[in-house]
């Protein structure tokens, strides 16, 4: 039940992007991937996902190496969600949805009742129910968000793989997405999310995972993960700690610390 | 109990609603293909009798307005929905692949090469004694190009490469296809640029036909089967191949059906612009905009579009006969303008 | 130097009427052809040492009745700066001569004759002399029409009017009023193209062609190693079934395309062919 990378190391156009990266997830959590820009987030994301091979190392989904899975196979068992995907062509927004089941169909097959019940759920628990009709253009970038969301989710996919998915959204459908990824998790699917506000990922995530300059720094629960130490080395910023009045713990970036470990300026953003 | 079946047949008819419609769509242009076909046959220059030709093909009779029915009319109207139809879908798939409205069966270079193709071979002489190696040498032609645009996507290269490979690729097919037809021993060649720029019907027999369909066929499969693929592309090659989405294997797909349906097409009736350009935009508003279902739905609407231009360059009795590619942009390009401009209003 | 180049230019155009009038006073006339009826008049009617330039197309085999007699001399594409450079006392133009060539010809002051189209032999006869004055060789192109009246008063016309069609690959006018239309009308002929009444250019639709019922076919002489398109039309396989089931006869094209005394074997082997139809039992 782990989707794993084992001494993964992953070379793009000559460039070292990622290294000795050893990561094993479990289902049922919500993991948090962050780093300063161009620290491989993204990269990593996409070797999980099966769509870049790294020359060392491998990546296993249950013990069996992702490579050797037929496309279709890894498409139902991990779903991604990749940021700022646009929409090429003013869809309408089930139509959009219905795309996360195209792993699932055969080739010219219509959809199938079990189609219409995930599409049908994967909308209601994004809230864009009431959106089904709407075309791309015409939805504002918390609804394109959520429709997005809900193709991902319609996979049904074990595994959830979201690159920044709040980046672009107001506070209020910040705190609705990064809720549902989370309870998404606790219906059983792991679930990793790349994110840059650190605050967002220690208040809703299990675990966190940094990354900079292409390796693995840090990785355990929030607090033990986003140290002050660790935050002046690989950020660069201090942080204020408190404790909400609801009782949870948050973390806030406050000030540049001054003292910075330089990310790797030949490693490509993301 | 009756709450959640009321749901249940609300929400079916709903999710049927758009395919409906489409099938509708599909099924009126299906009917206008035949209906257009028939008619074409039906009209011509001169005043022939089609049900006693048709009877005396029928009963196995070689008279003269049999052999001109056979020979001239069908292959004429047969063509004119098999070139239509190859233009219209390559454009939908095209545009659905490179997610940009202004794709063309031309651009990626396919219709200059097959005309290019059929020029070397026909006017360097290689096709004195064989009608047929005029579509032969067009089809060769194609499929010179798909076989370096196939090198060219399995290397991986980007969307953007491959559009500048085909404007490249059509760039100096045309200009070899010009030089060639100067350097053709017949003074008159180079005045036959004509069809292969503008593409005309007239003239051609079942031989035409029949070497280019099974090959148009073979490529309508191929570009048919990416329909899933497009609507994944819409979001992206990364979401796409997170779908399980083979992009290689796409790319393979789409040039070489091109290729054949488009190539095959262009070596009998020279390139005959603007169907596929116009057509998948006449068909998004009534089919919606996601890739896979405009596929069909323009192949037909494009064999239509041929088809009446066809009847039209006859009934217009212009001397000499109009060539194709004028009255498919007199049609396609007032509806293209009035559609970009309204898209533009709406997105506003 | 471009000043000196213009000078130079300048010098050469203003000579250009003198020496035509030099030519008109007795020196031969020396002549630029531009176009290929032209050049078949001039070489058949010029000293060879009057002639400068004829054009690239007067030594094609297949379209030219003049090759053999082209061959040696400067040809031309017929651009303006090739003429000029020629300094021709006389240019004789057709009117498929592109208006701007012509035009540019006579603002340098080159004397320039524009040929007009000859819609029957009394226009062919008349161009003869035209040319033939224009070279000074007025006696020759007497002697001309005398050998092509000669021809003509030698056939005998068909005996019954046959439907004749003519399907020649890029072919350029047997519409009514041309000469291809005058000379079936000589050779005792209907027209069945006029009939149809297609086009200016002569282009028969074939099934147009199929069901207009001609008795006879007049087809281009076939020239291998040299297709085109049109050739395609003639491996059809409803002009092969016409061709069988009617009287076929090949004239090579370069008989039809200009006014000289070769439209006389037009209308001798069309008069032959109906005669050898009409014979057919």
């Known amino acids: 039940m782990s989707l794993a990378a084992h001494d993964v190391r992953v070379v793009l156009g000559g460039r070292t992007i990622l290294s000795d990266i050893g990561l094993a997830l479990e289902r049922g959590r919500f993991v948090g991937l962050v780093g300063p820009n161009g620290a491989g987030k993204t990269t990593l994301l996409r070797v999980l996902a099966g769509l870049i091979a790294p020359v060392d190392g491998r990546v296993t989904l249950e013990g069996h190496a992702l490579s050797g899975m037929s496309r279709d196979a890894r498409a139902r068992r991990v779903a991604a969600l990749f940021q700022g995907a646009v929409i090429g062509w003013p869809m309408t ?65 074990a595994w959830l793989l979201v690159d920044e998915p709040v980046t672009a959204l107001d506070p209020a459908h910040q705190l609705d997405a990064m809720a549902l990824l989370r309870a998404v998790s606790r219906d059983g699917a792991g679930v990793v999310a790349v994110l840059h506000d ?52 948050y973390i806030l970036p406050w000030a540049r610390s001054g003292i910075t470990e330089e990310s790797d300026g030949a490693i490509i953003p993301g | 109990m009756n709450a959640p079946v009321t749901a249940l047949a609300s929400s079916t008819s709903r999710r049927q609603g758009a395919p409906r419609a489409r099938r509708a769509v599909i099924a009126l242009l299906g009917l206008a293909t035949v209906a257009l076909t028939l008619a074409s046959v039906a009209i011509g220059y001169a005043p022939f009798d089609v049900p006693a030709a048709c009877a ?23 063509l004119g929905g098999l070139v239509g139809f190859s233009l219209g879908l390559t454009g939908a798939a095209m545009q659905g692949y490179l997610r940009n409205p202004l794709a063309d069966p031309g651009i990626l270079g396919i219709s200059s090469a097959a005309a290019l193709g ?46 500048l490979a085909g404007i490249g690729l059509s760039s ?43 090959l148009m066929i073979v490529g309508w499969g191929l570009m048919l089967s990416t329909g899933p693929a497009l609507d994944a592309l819409t979001l992206g090659e990364d979401t796409a191949a997170s779908l399980g989405i083979g992009l290689v294997s796409v790319r393979l797909r789409l040039v070489t059906g091109a290729a054949l349906a488009v190539g095959s097409g262009v070596a009998v009736s020279g390139a005959i612009g603007f169907v596929g350009l116009a057509v998948p935009h006449l068909m998004r508003p009534l089919v919606g905009a996601r890739p896979g279902a405009s596929l069909l739905p323009s192949g037909l609407a494009g064999a239509v579009l041929v088809l009446a231009a066809d009847i039209g360059v006859r009934l217009l009795a212009t001397r000499p006969e109009l060539k194709l590619g004028v009255v498919t942009a007199l049609v396609g390009a007032p509806f293209l303008i009035v559609l970009l401009l309204q898209n533009r209003g709406r997105r506003a | 130097m471009p000043s000196r180049c213009a000078l130079l230019l300048s010098a050469v155009l203003a000579a250009l009427p003198v020496a035509r009038a030099a030519g008109a006073a007795g020196a031969p006339v020396r002549v630029v052809s531009m176009n290929l009826c032209a050049d078949e008049l001039v070489l058949r009617l010029a000293d060879r040492d009057q002639v400068l330039a ?62 007009g189209v000859p819609a029957d032999l009394d226009g062919v006869r008349a161009q003869i002399r035209q040319v033939a004055a224009a070279l000074g060789r007025s006696e020759r192109g007497e002697a001309m029409v005398a050998a092509l009246d000669a021809r003509l008063a030698a056939i005998t016309p068909a005996a019954r009017p046959l439907r004749a069609l003519v399907m020649r690959p890029n072919a350029f006018t047997v519409a009514p009023g041309g000469l291809g239309d005058a000379l079936i009308r000589a050779a005792g002929l209907v027209n069945v193209a006029a009939e149809i009444g297609r086009d200016r250019f002569g282009q028969v639709p074939l099934e147009a062609a199929a069901l207009a019922d001609p008795d006879l076919i007049v087809v281009d002489e076939g020239a291998p190693g040299m297709p ?52 057919r039992p």
């Open chain 1, 93 to 157: 927004v089930r139509e959009i949805v219905a795309l996360g089941r195209l792993p699932h169909r055969r080739a010219f097959a219509g959809l199938s009742e079990a189609d219409e019940t995930a599409i049908a759920q994967a909308m209601a628990r994004t809230d864009v129910g009431h959106l089904a009709d709407r075309t791309e253009p015409t939805l504002s970038s918390g609804e394109r968000m959520r429709a997005l969301l809900a193709r991902a989710l319609a996979v049904e996919a």
């Open chain 1, 198 to 249: 650190l605050a967002l990922a220690a208040r809703f995530c299990d675990r966190i995972v940094v990354l900079s300059g292409g390796r693995l720094v840090a990785d355990g629960r929030p607090e033990e993960a986003l140290t002050d130490a660790l935050l002046a080395r690989v950020f660069g910023v201090t942080a204020e700690r408190g404790l909400a009045a609801d009782g949870t713990r």
């Open chain 2, 56 to 78: 005396d093909l029928v009963a196995g009779r070689t008279t003269l307005p049999a052999l001109v029915l056979w020979e001239l009319r069908i292959p004429r109207a047969l």
């Open chain 2, 118 to 163: 059929a020029v070397i071979v026909f006017y360097g002489g290689l096709a004195a004694s064989l009608s047929l190696a005029l579509p032969l040498g067009g089809i060769a032609g194609a499929g010179v190009a798909a076989l370096l645009l196939n090198a060219l996507a399995a290397r991986g290269s980007s969307t953007l490469g491959l559009i």
């Open chain 2, 172 to 214: 100096l097919a045309g200009a070899l296809t010009a030089l060639a037809l100067n350097l053709s021993p017949n003074p008159y060649a180079a005045l036959e640029i004509v069809f292969w720029l503008m593409g005309s019907l007239s003239d051609r027999s079942l031989d035409h036909v029949l070497l280019c369909l099974p």
């Open chain 3, 54 to 115: 004829v054009t690239y197309l007067a030594r094609e085999p297949r379209g030219s009745t003049v090759a053999a007699e082209a061959v040696g001399l400067p040809v031309t594409r017929g651009l303006t700066e090739e003429v000029v450079a020629l300094r021709p006392d006389l240019v004789i133009a057709g009117a498929f001569t592109t208006r701007a060539t012509v035009g540019m010809l006579k603002r340098v002051g080159a004397p320039v004759l524009e040929l």
């Open chain 3, 228 to 279: 085109s398109l049109a050739d395609t039309l003639l491996h059809h396989p409803v002009f092969r079934a016409l061709a069988r089931a009617h009287w076929t006869v090949a004239i090579p094209n370069r008989f039809w395309t200009c006014p000289g005394p070769q439209v006389a074997e037009v209308v001798a082997r069309l008069a032959a062919a109906a005669n050898a139809r009409a014979a």
